[in-house]
């Protein structure tokens, strides 16, 4: 056998071997999410048939209808929606501020407070949750005590002092980010006469959109499926996620009741997917620049 017909064959098995991996990652992603499509899809009929298994053979949307009902979107889906844009922001702009101190600039106790985020990073929101409640439920303004419990303030204010959810994540993707730029970018600022604000927000963020919109997009995704934080400082079920935990579906027989909770974390999904379709080139342009790609 030539070269030629080698390079040929090598190739072709390459491509089979690529093409069957692809398949079968895809098959393992998404076989989940048919599952509960199709058994959303099932009436309660099917439910109680034992010959359907997978494949409902009467197809309803009672399933979903009661979804929309439990969910109640336009209450719960607003506070999700505020909740999650805002805090998202806030992550942005602290994150890379933060980022950006700790990549470009030398001052006493820099490897301390990397040290700092990375235990932000390992330590679970669970051990500091009773503190932090605490101190919400308390919460000392002007030698006033306000309760901040049952209000997006909170977690506003955690994104704000670089404590929100999975912040420290941010953080150092932010400062990998800037570690990877130029410093010639900052050089050719200093010469012009910018001074460090002004070339940060000038010549620094304008090169990292990248990174700046995977933050937001992971904090937002992140925000809009929690239960950890929201089910401490709200009393009751007030977002999306949380009205699923609480399983109020209205549905007595406890089959139905589960294939309602299905079809809501559909409905739920179904956003952020559309999110991630409009925006994964910023997603993958980031993590091929930054430590995740590492």
Not at 203 to 220: D, E, G, K, Q
């Amino acid at each position: 056998m030539s070269k030629l017909n080698k390079r040929h064959l090598l190739s072709g098995l390459y491509s089979v071997f690529r093409f069957v991996l692809i398949f079968g990652l895809c098959y393992l992603i998404l076989k989940p999410f048919v599952i509960q499509f199709l058994g959303a899809c099932m009436s309660v009929e099917d439910l109680n048939d034992i010959t359907v298994e997978k494949i409902p053979k009467h197809f309803s949307s009672f399933h979903w209808e009661k979804a929309i009902a439990m969910l109640d979107i336009p209450v719960s889906g607003t506070i999700t929606l505020t909740i999650s844009f805002f805090s998202a922001l806030i992550q942005v702009m602290v994150c890379a501020l933060i980022g950006y101190g700790i990549a470009r600039f030398e001052f006493p106790g820099k490897k301390l407070i990397t040290v700092f985020v990375i235990i932000i990073m390992l330590v679970p929101p669970q051990v500091y949750h009773i503190p932090q409640y605490l101190q919400f439920r308390y919460f000392g303004l002007l030698g006033i005590d306000v309760n901040l419990i049952d209000s997006a303030w909170p977690l506003l204010v955690l994104s704000t002092v670089g404590l929100g959810l999975k912040q420290g994540l941010y953080i150092y993707l932010a400062r990998s980010f800037f570690l990877g730029l130029p410093n010639d970018l900052e050089n050719a600022a200093y010469i012009d006469g910018a001074s460090i604000p002004k070339t940060f927000f000038f010549v620094i963020l304008p090169n990292a959109r990248t990174v700046l919109m995977t933050i937001f997009l992971f904090s937002f995704c992140w925000h809009w499926t929690d239960t950890s934080f929201t089910s401490v400082y709200f009393s009751k079920a007030t977002t999306l996620a949380s009205m699923v935990l609480q399983g109020n579906t209205g549905v007595k027989e406890t089959l139905s009741s589960v294939m309602v909770q299905r079809a809501a974390v559909l409905l739920i999904v179904v956003p952020l997917l559309v999110l991630f379709m409009f925006f994964q080139k910023f997603l993958v342009q980031s993590i091929s620049r930054s430590g995740l790609a590492n």
